[in-house]
């Protein structure tokens, strides 16, 4: 009898029965509601694993969070790469745990499979407030549908708050549909914007400009200050010709350097001013409600796209159906109906 | 015996059959490939009914048609009511068939059910088209979503191009989403504006701009000229903000008076330099590509939501998951899976 070997195995055991242990759904709930931040990490690692028993794990602990969650802000951030946005962030993150906030500052990035995470994947790019006791940074989860990856982010803000973070900045590169993804878990909404290379007068994706209620003009320093200058302007102008905002918000348009640190008070005063007058005309919970309702819908619907194109009966017929449309040999109509009943069969 | 009561039952029975007869699929694909705008009228109704029977039939002809399509420009007009559509659609249609086009004037109007065919229902607003042998105007179907009445609207173009209309015009008010639908089925989009009484400053609706390849300020005369040319400037300068379409085209500001006949050329102008071009870089027909696989996909889509939504198992539970996510009782994501498993059961 190898005793040795039994001694071993046994231990092993143990060892893997402790590691259990510390990661059950009450332990890292229990960790997440005193603002334990490795609890928090673990937690959200198995929002992102993909493993069975993880997801229900995390779900668990998602529902458990949902009622202790802590009021707060949540502000999409978007911009194309080069705007500055990792050094807004360090900027704004800093004045606002300054003033005592604590700060969760997450990603979506559905390139980041790809890319290996370019948003804030290189937290060096924080590096103050990646130091900030007060702080949590968290790069965009993997995943190669946008869907999956807000997903993601959009529990993960619950076990944020739980935690105790009462401002949480979500950052998007907005490739793809990402804005609009941010755009439906967030309170607030910032484009940040270049002065200067023509910048202002191009490149601005359909329809981000009507999701903004805020447009920053970032790097407003040294012999750019004019042309911000001018941009807020123009920004200010096309904003005007857009249509109201439901709530009666205008949107603003600021400027700042993150680099100086001159602008950045004035952003979170806008923001603070459109949460104090979204809050007292019920607007602010009432969008809440509503981005609730909205993922529960898209959620469904997303489902019933993805159960549609993986069956197998419509994956062997699709590309055929696509040609004959698209060569005007059959309606898009009547392909359809020939699709959704090989689907139904 | 009734001799008279069997001969008139003979009759009838005749009368019957010949009226069956003279609606074939055959005679009235027939009809519709000689122009004939009675036949094509009959189809169209086939389209829009709900009887299965006439579907499977208007099913049949629109197939047929679909091979005998002619070379046309689909033109989709949209602006508020009030704006002169109607005079517009008048003045420029005429301005067509003098030139020698074939036009048909075709609505989508997802509320024509309830106002009674608000759009072109009251044909004597187009009196000069209406007598017209070469134009052919049908107000919107009618019917409770947007997705029927868009498809029938779309079954009925290819209709219509069989029959030799060359120029579809197709208006629409938008309501709801039905520019976006009208946009997805039309090479060219067409945004009617009204100078000065502050129009321009609000009241376009998100996202309606950026769609528009022109913007027309209509009922630029009179009083209105100089208020007209401040508003195009100012479109322009807005258009200038936004991204470039894919195709290069710069969305063109034009001003003009239906009612006085000016600036409709100009119009006409606009469009067929934007069909040259765009069919020069082959743009025209991989839009249209697209568009018929748009509408493969959406039909899909929208399909398998009414499947969902109809589902008994999801009706009955539908609205207590809404209200757990709205009040935070459980997560978006574990409400849906828990409907999604309903309805697969």
Chains 1, 2 share one sequence.
């Not at 012999?223 to 102008?237: L, S």
Request: aromatic share 6%; proline share 2%; hydrophobic share 35%.
């Amino acid at each position: 009898m190898n005793t040795s070997k039994n001694i071993s195995a046994e231990s092993a055991s143990k060892i893997r029965s402790f590691r259990r242990e510390t990661h059950t759904t009450d332990s890292l709930t229990n960790g997440i509601l005193k603002g334990d931040k490795t609890a928090l990490s673990r937690a959200i690692t198995l929002i992102e694993s993909t493993n069975a028993t993880h997801t229900k794990q995390a779900n668990e602990i998602i529902e458990r969070c949902l009622t202790h969650k802590t009021k707060s802000i949540r502000i999409g951030i978007t911009g194309v790469p080069g705007v500055g946005k990792s050094t807004f962030i360090e900027s704004f993150g800093k004045r606002l745990t300054t003033e005592g906030h604590k700060v969760a500052v997450l990603a979506v990035d559905p390139t980041s499979t790809v890319t290996r995470g370019s948003i804030l994947g290189d937290k060096t790019r924080m590096e103050e407030l990646v130091k900030d006791a007060n702080a949590f940074i968290r790069p965009s989860p993997s995943g190669s549908s946008l869907g999956g990856v807000a997903r993601k982010t959009r529990e993960t803000i619950v076990l944020c708050e739980a935690a105790g973070y009462n401002i949480i900045l979500i950052e998007t590169v907005g490739v793809g549909q990402s804005e609009t993804a941010v755009h439906s878990m967030v309170d607030f909404f910032l484009l940040l914007k270049l002065a200067g290379a023509g910048d202002e007068l191009q490149g601005i994706k359909r329809g981000i400009m009507e999701m903004a209620d805020a447009i920053v003009i970032n790097k407003s320093d040294g012999d750019n200050i004019q042309r911000a200058k001018k941009a807020r302007v123009e920004f200010a102008r096309a904003l005007h010709l857009l249509k109201t905002q439901d709530n009666g918000w205008v949107p603003k348009v600021l400027a700042c350097s993150a680099l100086e640190d001159t602008g950045i008070k004035d952003v979170w005063d806008t923001i603070e001013t459109y949460v104090a007058t979204n809050t007292k005309n019920n607007f602010f919970n009432t969008k809440r409600q509503e981005q609730n309702k909205y993922w529960l819908l898209q959620t469904i619907e997303d489902q019933l796209k993805q159960q549609f194109y993986q069956d197998k009966k419509v994956k062997a017929q699709l590309q055929e159906s696509i040609n004959a449309v698209v060569n005007n040999k059959t309606s898009p109509f009547a392909a359809a109906d020939k699709l959704l009943k090989l689907h139904s069969k």
